[in-house]
């Protein structure tokens, strides 16, 4: 399948090794100030689209928009993946989306139970769109849903707006197939990784997987305190390699390969549990386990943020297993 030269550079040339900081800096301002996305959605392959969303935290500056937003124009309708953090995101791609297609929007996936994944639901309903879920995920917006909504208020204000707690009215456990144009479309859910209800969008005829937060390349992945690592590893070696996609889009970062989040998600978390391990076999303590040796990730968006985060998270979880 022919890709433009900038697409060919983020699926093949940053499996060279470290991210390209050129495109990856948290320093990196707005980049589509004329619209509340963070920037403007690029054609990954032909009918792929994604609005790339900033690696640093969310903020007030970039509107919440941290994480990849999608959508898939068929000539039946066009498949949305992440509704946004807000109304006003929702709002802005699906301006986008006319901007490319009449056709209308069909379905709204939620990646994950995460704010910027959710907090948009309210204006796809409003337009009369179904909102999919998994059943884990929109168990985690009923718990949670107050406590996810008042986070983004606070650092949103009055870019918040009308957003509201707006849970998926479809849900499904671990897979959901829908067929538009000709298109197959498979949302799965592999199993345990980053957060509950983790799902992957997967197009078997283009080779392209929307993998959400089970894949990260250029920032460094969160490690939460329900965050099973060792489930996530087999998630990965079991469910998704067999996969072998040729296109990644991971749920933060540019479009690249498997390769390139392979070497980013897989291989830091065995390397982390490696060394907690081994610290934990020393007769290391928690206190300790913050320091064990990262600087191979430093290279990563979020470093300093996360890394002894991480640390300390797996060290919790390896002492009793």
Request: proline share 5%; net charge negative.
């Amino acid at each position: 399948m022919k890709v433009t030269a900038l697409r060919a550079f983020w699926l093949s040339g940053l499996v060279v090794g470290l991210p390209v900081a050129g495109y990856s800096s948290e320093d990196i301002a707005d980049q589509y100030p004329q619209s509340e996305l963070y920037a403007k959605p690029v054609e990954v392959i032909p009918h792929v689209f994604s609005a790339i969303g900033a690696t640093a935290p969310p903020t007030y500056e970039n509107a919440g928009h941290n994480n990849n937003l999608s959508f898939v124009v068929t000539g039946e309708g066009v498949v949305v993946i992440n509704s946004g953090a807000s109304d006003a995101l929702a709002a802005a791609l699906h301006a986008e989306i006319k901007a490319v297609t009449d056709q209308p929007v069909v379905l709204v996936i939620n990646e994950n139970g995460q704010g910027h994944a959710v907090l948009g639901n309210g204006y796809w309903r409003d337009q009369g769109v179904d909102i999919l879920g998994h059943a884990d995920a929109i168990a985690e917006t009923q718990k949670n849903g107050d406590f996810i909504l008042q986070r983004m208020q606070a650092y949103n204000k009055d870019r918040a707006g009308d957003s509201r707690m707006e849970h998926a009215n479809v849900s499904f456990d671990d897979r959901y197939d829908l067929k538009l144009g000709g298109v197959e479309i498979q949302v799965l859910h592999l199993g345990p990784a980053h957060d509950p209800g983790d799902v992957q969008v997967w197009i078997p005829q283009w080779e392209i997987m929307i993998a959400g937060d089970i894949a990260f390349h250029e920032r460094m992945l969160p490690i939460f305190p329900h965050t099973c690592t060792s489930c996530w590893i087999e998630t990965w070696v079991e469910k998704l390699e067999p996969m072998a996609p040729t296109y990644v889009i991971p749920g933060h970062g540019h479009p690249t390969n498997l390769d390139q989040v392979r070497r980013y998600t897989l291989d830091y978390l065995t390397d982390l549990r490696g060394k907690i391990g081994a610290h934990i076999e020393d007769g290391g303590d928690l206190a300790g386990a913050y320091y064990v040796d990262q600087e191979q990730w430093r290279g990563l968006d979020t470093f300093e943020e996360l890394a002894t985060k991480n640390a300390g998270r797996v060290f919790e979880e390896m002492e009793w297993e």
